[in-house]
């Protein structure tokens, strides 16, 4: 994602901790706290403009939703959206890394994570950047819920076979597989930002449902 410098959204952000939480630590293990009830919480990590998780909390009024992201430029779009949409109640924003996540959740804070268009990290020895390399599995593994789930999509085949392999040789169980999810896709699909633009230039878009064991 090519990031365009906006010295006023660091401002604009801390003026808005309705919605973009600050000191998300203070809430680990707490979330229901923040959104005033015990309903599921959801996700999702490199939330980008907000598009997909805007969209969810919108859908999806019994669940609660986080987006994640690092860069100011970036979140404050999500922001932004999270605006114009009139601040679902059940949305919260985090400026934070994904790379941190055991900060600011504890195991079972979390019942579903959301990755959608990664960074494929295509050169070998980033490997260990890809969001589903098993590091990063196991982060989310202590975050989630006892059969916690993790739904991917991206446009990129090559990061598509590494997810399927990893979370296999982790020993997921792989519910839900799709190589060209545009094809019969469902209902309730809320589309990223980039999701639009690929599938609009009849690229198919890749998804995978899976579920962490709780034998593990």
């Not at 999270?82 to 941190?100: D, S």
């Amino acid at each position: 994602m090519r990031l365009r410098h906006k010295p006023w959204a660091v401002e604009f952000i801390d003026a808005h901790t309705d919605v973009v939480i600050p000191n998300p630590e203070a809430h680990k293990t707490k979330w229901s706290e923040v959104f005033g009830n015990d309903n599921p919480v959801h996700i999702e990590v490199g939330t980008g403009k907000g598009q997909f998780v805007i969209g969810m909390a919108l859908q999806n009024p019994d669940i609660n939703y986080i987006g994640i992201e690092l860069f100011d430029s970036v979140l404050v779009c999500a922001l932004e959206k999270t605006i114009e949409a009139e601040k679902p109640a059940n949305l919260r924003l985090l400026k934070v890394n994904g790379a941190k996540l055991e900060e600011f959740f504890a195991k079972g804070d979390v019942s579903r994570v959301y990755l959608n268009f990664s960074d494929p990290w295509p050169k070998i020895r980033h490997a260990k950047r890809r969001l589903t390399h098993e590091g990063f599995l196991k982060l989310y593994e202590n975050v989630l819920i006892d059969n916690g789930e993790i739904h991917f999509k991206t446009d990129n085949r090559g990061l598509f076979e590494y997810s399927l392999v990893s979370m296999n040789e982790y020993g997921m169980a792989l519910k839900f597989v799709s190589l060209d999810l545009h094809v019969n896709m469902p209902e309730d699909n809320v589309m990223t930002e980039y999701e639009q633009k690929f599938s609009a230039l009849g690229q198919p878009i890749y998804r995978l449902e899976c579920q962490f064991k709780s034998n593990k």
